[in-house]
């Protein structure tokens, strides 16, 4: 097949990958409206209550399950069944997502990040990778609304606003390290959008636990979610792996480049400013876990604040800022 | 199992009582600045004091926005200099964020080294003696045979734990790499920071301008921008020359991204030493001559419009090219032409070079980087004879204070514009210009920058270090043998001494291996 024919594809698969992703996040948004309507208390009560307890001591013996009648339980299937129409459709939406990166980077004849809307379609195929990987292994099901919403976002604007024809590269591109640090900063980033996400729904876990723990109710959407200590668990391990990946992209492979391309490896580049703080504030997200007072609540507004600076990073600075990192098509 | 990480890190001292003196108040500051919540809170400022220099102009890389700022902004401007927002990297107030961010970090690392080599050494502890309140807990009955606490060490030295025999139990410990990453990784940061540093302070970088056919040879004098390091000393250069001996340029010429560059291509020959052979290089973006330590890059390129300048007795005043710098992305390039030995009068040029132009109602401007339709359109000046002053002039600015502005007869300033080849000759037989044809000129940056190797291996250990410090997970296993009630039991325990990954199937499967084999398997306990 011809470039043309493969461009075409891509062009056809990105628009359509996005409707499904769409589709799948208005059913995950099906699966959390009907969820709330089931409202549990003392059952949600009582986990809480086990499972903030240590060894065991204050262990309270699991209420039985008060006003379980056969409506609830039909409603609780179908919201489980919205759960799984979602998973289903990111998989298909993942499947032509996937497609359509892999053809545009024939279209193009090198790797399919060499502008802004191509770092987007592959840095939004990273979040859903990051995702589809883990979603069986760490039951992550419930972050499917967060990770749809976002991956189809992304790739709306980027269709609608950032589209680029498929075509060669500047000369400042034309490096190998184009493969490794772009491809280094759109994994991490992929992994601090899922970080970002967890650590949002941890803030919503851990204020109902709170309140359940004061003698209040939780919706049923919301004890679905693993518990606020689980999911700061999954937001640790998510952006331990994506640290080290980013210190590597921003602070080896691009100043490796730089001294390349540019003729000196830190220039203060706005693009270069911006890495480093989605950096540091990363670097004061490790330390606030392991500083008492910081972890919990104030290491998860750490986590988000560091994925809006990554996002401000991609988006703000090549939109707003002038600086070396703009190249033809945004 | 958050309670036990919460007494273990609790700090332990209480609040000392005032009388501190002035040691006591040394100590109080070193201890606040190494605190982790100080590193904190100076990561939030490095993070929050870089952000103003990447939205201000900054004269260590555009100056031009820098002074169009000061015109737009006439009472801001000034304000911000004084803050040093124009220079926030190199300002005192950011350095001193990283400086006390340094600092914090060796105060808090240096004393963590002592202790983890301290840890090395050390046996893993006794079991505590409530093992039942750790995670994992299992206990159960041994086989009649056998000794289980020797079946038990050998079970966790297999699965690589440091494993202490102790009196009726055994301690086991593993992970210590754990802290040795942490450690790797900070004191990386130092090495790779020391790196930086001293290319900073031995290092150089300079920028000139070649027309193609051209040579430079590496002296201070021969750059257009020098910037040395504080400890730079010219002796430093190495005694390299080299000519441009051509540049291609290739530019896409169709679809939506017409006119973006394609390739750039300037061949070179180079002297290594006044007395070595004669080499050749391609210099390209992404690839640059490496002599002697030195690196050579091409940085941008531009036109030269060749011109000739005849004056009033029809002499030739001057002939040459003359760097033209591009304005825009279509390269409509700017530049003066100085003939200030012309007689009479002195002449002076001012104007473009569009290397493809086109006439619209706005003037000529032009549409294509590449030289398709060269032409320049100039104005002309002249005056008497200018004194030598010695006085260094811009060679891109005409100080056009002592020189007047030719007219075109109808009360409107004089501009004209020039095909290859073609002249004009000013009014009133003052002389006369042709456009003789153009050059390229590449702009080339010389750079030395040493200590990068260590700042790269420093960063490259960081990065190893920081792998260790979250990957390794290390923790604690024991296995007790004690008499209950006259039974002998074996219990089994672990501690999780990382960031609450938890044990995962390890305590119960190391339980597993000590139990006899016909004793039926109990439910796996769920982790916490």
């Known amino acids: ?330 | 199992m958050s309670d036990v990480k919460e007494r273990v890190e609790a700090p332990t001292p209480p609040p000392e009582l005032p009388k501190l003196g002035l040691l006591g108040w040394l100590r109080w500051t070193w201890r606040q600045l190494t605190s982790m919540k100080t590193a904190l809170v100076l990561l939030f400022l490095l993070a929050l004091g870089a952000v103003p220099g990447s939205l201000i102009p900054q004269t260590g890389i555009d100056p031009v926005k820098v002074s169009d700022f000061f015109e737009a902004h006439p009472k801001l401007g000034p304000f911000y200099d004084k803050l040093g927002l124009f220079d926030v990297y190199k300002s005192p107030w950011f350095s001193a964020i990283y400086l006390l961010l340094f600092i914090s970090l060796i105060g808090c690392v240096v004393p963590r080294l002592q202790v983890y080599l301290k840890a090395l050494r050390a046996r893993p502890p006794k079991p505590p003696r409530n093992l039942n309140r750790l995670p994992g807990y299992q206990s159960f009955e041994p086989a009649a045979d056998g000794d289980v606490l020797d079946l038990a060490a050998r079970e966790l030295r297999r699965r690589r734990f440091r494993v202490e025999l102790y009196d009726g139990a055994v301690a086991a410990e593993r992970g210590y790499l754990r802290e040795a990453g942490n450690l790797l990784f900070h004191f990386s940061l130092i090495l790779a920071l020391v790196g930086a540093a001293w290319g900073a302070l031995f290092g150089y970088r300079g920028t000139v301008l070649v027309v193609v056919g051209n040579g430079f040879s590496n002296s201070v004098a021969q750059y257009d921008d020098f910037s040395p390091g504080r400890v730079f000393t010219p002796d430093d250069l190495p005694p390299f020359a080299l000519t441009v001996k051509s540049f291609t340029v290739k530019f896409q010429t169709d679809g939506p991204q017409r006119g973006a560059a394609r390739e750039f291509n300037a061949p070179i020959t180079y002297q290594e030493t006044p007395d070595s052979p004669e080499k050749s290089y391609d210099l390209r973006v992404n690839h640059p001559l490496k002599v002697d330590g030195t690196n050579v890059h091409l940085l941008g390129h531009g036109y030269a419009p060749r011109v000739t300048v005849r004056d009033g007795k029809g002499e030739v005043a001057f002939s040459g090219p003359v760097p033209f710098l591009p304005q825009d992305g279509n390269f409509s390039s700017f530049g003066v032409i100085k003939a200030p030995d012309a007689r009479p009068e002195q002449l002076g040029f001012e104007g473009f070079f569009l290397p493809t132009a086109v006439i619209d109602e706005r003037g000529p401007i032009s549409v294509f980087p590449d030289a398709v339709n060269p032409v320049l359109a100039m104005t002309a000046y002249y005056g008497r004879p200018a004194v030598e002053t010695g006085k260094p002039q811009s060679v891109y600015q005409l100080d056009k204070t002592k020189l007047t502005q030719f007219g075109d007869g109808k009360g409107d300033k004089l501009r004209f514009q020039l095909g290859p080849s073609q002249s004009y000759t000013l009014p009133d037989g003052r002389g006369s210009i042709t456009f003789d044809s153009y050059d390229r000129w590449v702009k080339l940056q010389v750079s030395h920058t040493p200590g990068l190797n260590l700042a790269l291996v420093g960063i490259s250990l960081a990065i190893l270090g920081l792998m260790g410090s979250l990957f390794i997970h290390p923790r604690r296993t024991w296995v007790r043998v004690r008499t209950q009630d006259g039974r002998t039991v074996v219990e089994v325990a672990g501690l999780d001494r990382g960031p609450e990954r938890g044990l995962g199937d390890e305590i119960q499967a190391i339980a597993d291996a000590l139990k006899p084999a016909e004793q039926p398997e109990k439910p796996k306990q769920e982790q916490p």
């Not at chain 1, 292994?137 to 950032?162: D, N, P």
């Not at chain 1, 490790?286 to 008492?292: F, G």
């Not at chain 1, 560091?306 to 098509?329: D, E, K, M, R, T």
């Open chain 1, 1 to 330: 097949m011809s470039p043309e024919t493969y461009a075409e594809i891509s062009n056809l698969v990105i628009p359509t990958a996005t409707v499904i992703y769409a589709i799948a996040m208005m059913s995950h948004a099906l699966e959390w409206a009907m969820g709330r309507a089931v409202v549990v208390t003392a059952e949600a009560k009582a986990d809480v209550l086990v499972a903030s307890s240590s060894g065991g001591d204050l262990a309270v013996p699991a209420a039985p399950a008060t006003g379980t009648t056969a409506a609830a339980a039909a409603r609780s299937g179908r919201v489980e069944a919205a759960s799984r129409i979602g998973l289903l459709l990111t998989w298909l939406g993942f499947v032509l997502h996937l497609g359509g990166v892999v053809t545009r980077g024939l279209a193009a004849e090198r790797v399919p990040w060499g502008n802004m809307y191509e770092f987007s379609i592959t840095a939004s195929l990273a979040v859903a990778i990051v995702y589809l990987l883990f979603v069986h292994r760490y039951k992550l099901q419930w972050l499917g609304l967060g990770v749809t919403l976002v991956v189809a976002a992304v790739l709306g604007l980027a269709t609608l606003a950032l589209y680029t024809p498929a075509g060669p590269l500047v000369p400042a591109l034309h490096s190998y390290w184009l493969v490794i640090h772009v491809a280094a900063a759109a994994i991490s980033g992929g992994a601090f959008t899922i970080g970002g996400l967890v650590s949002i729904l941890y803030l919503v876990k851990a204020r109902a636990e709170r309140r359940v723990l004061a003698g209040g109710t939780m919706s049923a959407s919301l004890k679905r979610l693993p518990s606020a200590e689980a999911m700061d668990g999954t937001a640790y391990k998510v952006l331990a792996f994506a640290f080290p990946l980013w210190t590597f992209g921003v602070l080896v492979a691009g100043p490796i480049w730089a001294e390349y391309a540019w003729g000196r490896y830190w220039g203060w580049d706005p693009k270069e400013v911006w890495s480093l703080v989605t950096w540091v504030v990363y670097a004061a997200y490790l330390h606030a876990r392991a500083t008492a007072g910081w972890r919990g609540r104030r290491a998860a507004t750490i986590a988000i604040v560091g994925w809006f600076v990554f996002i401000f990073n991609f988006v703000g600075v090549n939109l707003l800022v002038s600086g070396l990192h703009s190249y033809a098509g945004v």
